[in-house]
Each structure stands twice: as C-alpha cells, then as structure tokens.
C-alpha cells in the first residue's frame, strides 16, 4: 500500500497563499491519479482536485476554480496544491489520496482513492 504524507498547512490570513505538498512512499506513484480532498468540521469530506497520472488532466471543485492549481513531480513522488486567495471557508484539513485500482469510477469521489494520508490542518483566518 503506498504510504502518503502531506505537509505545508498552516494559519494565514483571508487572501493570502500556501502551499500543500504530498509525498508517496512508492517509485510506482508516476502510474496513479492523484486527488486533494477537504473535511471541515461537522462536514463530510469533499473534492478539491485531482490530477491524471501524467500530469495532462486536471480537475477541480467550482468552489475552487481559479484559485488553487494541483501540479504533480513524479521524479520527486510529489503532488502539490498552491491554493491562492484563500477564504474563511477553505478552512479544513486537507487530505491527499492515490488511485492506484483501474477504475471508472470519477476522481471526484472518495471510492476512486485506495489509500489516503494523515492530513494538514489549513486555518484561514478572516
């Protein structure tokens, strides 16, 4: 099972900027989607984005759309986030996730992803 760790949350003010990273245990992780979800508190835990193996297909939430950019270097077994413009509202903690299973199933649902790390707490302060 392929291990992850996100790291990069933090406090920051309402507009400003960070930067998530997750790195996989696996040389294999150049083969798998990619995904970010969220989970505030008292929610379910939601899709942010998600990259194609390669790197040539991206998705994103409309909550986030033109503020955050998934990006992936698979030399590193690395997947980033840079999140801009951040609002109170992207408070939550921030998990990555990899499809390893061939499936149909859309990368904006949960069951796509096999294997999940520990998460990042972002804090967006108004």
């Known amino acids: 099972q392929v291990q992850l760790v996100e790291s990069g949350g933090g406090l920051v003010q309402a507009g400003g900027s960070l930067r998530l990273s997750c790195v996989a245990s696996?040389?294999?992780?150049?083969?798998?989607?990619m995904g970010w979800f969220r989970q505030a508190p008292g929610k379910e835990r939601e899709f942010v984005t998600a990259i194609s193996w390669n790197g040539r297909s991206t998705y994103y939430a409309d909550s986030v759309k033109g503020r955050f950019t998934i990006s992936r270097d698979n030399a590193k077994n690395t997947v980033h986030l840079q999140m801009n413009s951040l609002k109170p509202e992207d408070t939550a903690v921030y998990y990555c996730?990899?499809?390893?299973?061939?499936?149909?199933?859309?990368?904006?649902?949960?069951?796509?992803?096999?294997?999940w790390g520990q998460g990042t707490q972002v804090t967006v302060s108004s």
């Open positions: 696996e040389r294999t992780f150049a083969n798998y989607a």
């Open positions: 996730a990899v499809a390893t299973r061939v499936t149909t199933t859309p990368l904006s649902l949960r069951n796509a992803y096999d294997s």
